[in-house]
């Protein structure tokens, strides 16, 4: 059990106190959770049941001893409800909240100041993570909008010229819904222009847009275009 728990004493927390909620947890982790940060409440007295805070890769688990440390209460709270986390550092210790996307605001005082700043950098990463994930679902969700072709359009367009060879309304320019182009200097505009860094995100996933137009209507080729979204997908 020496072994277990000594990994979670970075920052000098309670022995005891690692080692009661670490034997609780074991039957409390998902599939493929992971332990990443254990907090313990430091109180200025002699604090025999201190709460902590456990934050894992799924969630983050508020413990709270119970009836003179027999039992415990756990609250537990995904990322995805996470929306950010604060610290306020005090005299004696600090404070670490964190906010949730119902306006709830959860706070435990007391925490080390070492040991704060660790659990605050930890849940930024986190949330950074998902923010991160969510902003490329909606780009790859916004390519394959792009790549749809109605197909009562090609329909009408044979019943309006009334042509029995099928090969001869096969269209043989770009797909309607795209916009024209006159040339590749209208749309394309290289990161060397200008600093990828210094576009708002709208700007970032208009140019993804501009590219995808290029390769589709055959202006650059598929290399050039996955090197152009690599680089931008990076600043998003």
């Not at 005299?91 to 080390?112: A, E, N, R, W």
């Not at 679902?137 to 916004?142: G, S, T």
């Amino acid at each position: 059990m020496k072994e277990q728990i000594k990994k979670f004493l970075n920052e000098e927390q309670d022995p005891k106190a690692i080692e009661k909620i670490t034997s609780k947890l074991n039957d409390l982790l998902m599939k493929n959770e992971e332990i990443g940060y254990i907090g313990v409440q430091k109180k200025p007295a002699l604090t025999v049941f201190p709460d902590s805070i456990v934050m894992t890769n799924k969630r983050i688990i508020i413990c709270q001893p119970k009836n003179l440390g027999l039992s415990m209460d756990f609250t537990d709270y995904t990322w995805d409800d996470v929306e950010g986390a604060f610290v306020k550092e005090n005299i004696l210790g600090s404070v670490f909240s964190f906010s949730t996307k119902t306006d709830m605001q959860v706070s435990i005082d007391y925490i080390p100041k070492t040991q704060a700043r660790k659990m605050y950098t930890f849940a930024k990463e986190q949330i950074d993570i998902l923010k991160t994930g969510a902003i490329f679902n909606n780009v790859v969700a916004e390519e394959i909008q792009f790549e749809i072709i109605d197909p009562t359009e090609e329909i009408e367009e044979m019943e309006a010229e009334e042509v029995s060879n099928f090969a001869e309304i096969m269209p043989v320019s770009p797909p309607k819904f795209y916009p024209e182009i006159e040339s590749i200097d209208e749309v394309q505009e290289t990161p060397k222009d200008k600093l990828l860094s210094e576009l708002s995100q709208d700007a970032l996933f208009e140019k993804l847009q501009n590219y995808k137009k290029l390769l589709d209507n055959g202006l650059i080729l598929q290399g050039e275009y996955d090197a152009y979204k690599k680089e931008i997908l990076s600043y998003m």
